[in-house]
């Protein structure tokens, strides 16, 4: 097998994110050599430090090395002032557009462990595909005063093109079909695992124009050869907010427009437990960011405890999206197997182990 040698971007960000990126770092270097993969990495900046000693929360030189250098990146987390700060944008936020990083891509799964429990009995393992370039997310709103005079009234564009549609569910379909493939070459693989499905989540009853045009896309992207012999449902937005909460098993991939997408990954996660165990990863044309989904955690940051299993979980799925479904089995079974154990779990899952002992003992696994 030719070695592969894949440039990484680091991105920590602020407060835990400077201690569970070095984590993402050790766990590809700890990659088995029989994959034939060699990294390189750049260290780069972005955040609100960064804002404060600098000026700007998003250097020229970050965006332009991930677009000429780059091919993934891992982003760790971003403080945010209490307070509207003059100049300051969120730099993730910045990055998506800047990088037209059309997917968010966040797999929610839960892992049988003694050291905490899931708010729900059912097993989970499913993957949100949210939208990130439109829908109320544009930005687009203006206050004018009410012709009544009674008081102002506010508006806000929802923006939906079947451009964007299309691409988030032919994505949301190529998710599905390796997730299956992984499912059935995983090293223990289930012979009950479930079929490969989508769920196209709208609005349309009621948003006729914009979810309708969303749904009806969506249908003709998976519509495909590709994704024959695929299982693809839809559901109402509230509907599928119940349900996901009733029966989480029941999903595979869920595909929404931004806000909707938005809503339902906070919710998921709430139901596999710490957001330390919640991945995610932001997909464009050439380029994907993996991203814990925790914040910057001031309360724990310099303490060494930070879990930096919800990282290690980025890299996996950033290696998915580079093709390289082997090597992101491989991080994935060894944190099922530390969180099966339970012996070094971080505290934020009821444990005591710090962050260097749990990357250990996933490395280790590894």
């Keep these: 097998m030719a070695a592969r040698t894949l440039r990484i971007g680091l991105i920590p ?32 900046d972005a955040g609100y430090e960064h804002f404060k000693a600098s000026g700007t929360a998003l250097p020229d030189k970050t965006v332009e090395t991930l677009k000429k250098e780059c091919d993934g990146a891992l982003f760790g987390a971003v ?7 003059a100049g300051y944008t969120s730099p993730i936020v910045a990055l998506r557009k800047k990088l037209g990083l059309f997917a968010n891509v966040r797999p929610c799964k839960t892992t049988a462990s003694p050291a905490f429990k899931s708010p729900t009995p059912h097993p989970i393992d499913l993957v949100i595909v949210r939208e990130n370039t439109e829908d109320l ?3 687009e709103e203006k206050t004018y005063p009410d012709p009544s005079g009674e008081g102002q009234i506010a508006e806000a564009i929802k923006r939906i093109s079947s451009k964007a549609s299309w691409r988030i569910a032919n994505i949301a ?25 989508v769920t196209i989540t709208h609005k349309s009853n009621v948003l006729s124009q914009t979810d309708g045009l969303f749904r009806s896309t969506a249908r003709e992207a998976l519509a495909q050869p590709q994704f024959n012999g695929m299982k693809i ?11 996901l909460f009733l029966q989480p098993q029941y999903y595979d991939v869920i595909v929404a427009p931004n806000l909707y997408g938005d809503l339902l990954s906070d919710g998921a996660a709430a139901l596999v437990g710490s957001l330390g165990l919640v ?11 993996g991203e814990p989904c925790h914040g910057s955690a001031p309360d724990i940051e310099g303490k060494g405890i930070a879990n930096p299993i919800a990282t290690i979980r980025s890299v996996g799925v950033m290696l998915e999206f580079l093709n390289l479904p082997e090597a992101a089995n491989i991080i994935y079974k060894a944190v099922d197997e530390n969180l099966g154990e339970g012996r070094f779990v971080s505290p934020d899952l009821g444990g005591k182990a710090s962050t260097e002992e749990v990357l250990q003992d996933v490395i280790k696994r590894m």
């Design 13 to 44: 960000g602020d407060g835990i994110g400077r201690e569970v990126i070095p984590a993402g770092r050790r766990v590809l270097e700890s990659l088995p050599s029989s994959l034939g993969l060699n990294f390189s990495f750049v260290d780069l």
């Design 79 to 85: 403080s945010s002032p209490s307070t509207k700060v």
């Design 137 to 139: 997310y544009v930005k």
């Design 173 to 197: 379909g190529e998710i599905a079909a390796r997730r299956q493939q992984m499912r059935v070459g995983s090293p223990v693989p289930d012979a009950h695992a479930k079929e490969a499905m």
């Design 233 to 243: 449902e839809e559901q109402i937005v509230d509907s599928m907010v119940y349900k």
């Design 279 to 289: 991945p995610s990863a932001n997909v464009g044309e050439g380029i994907v960011i």
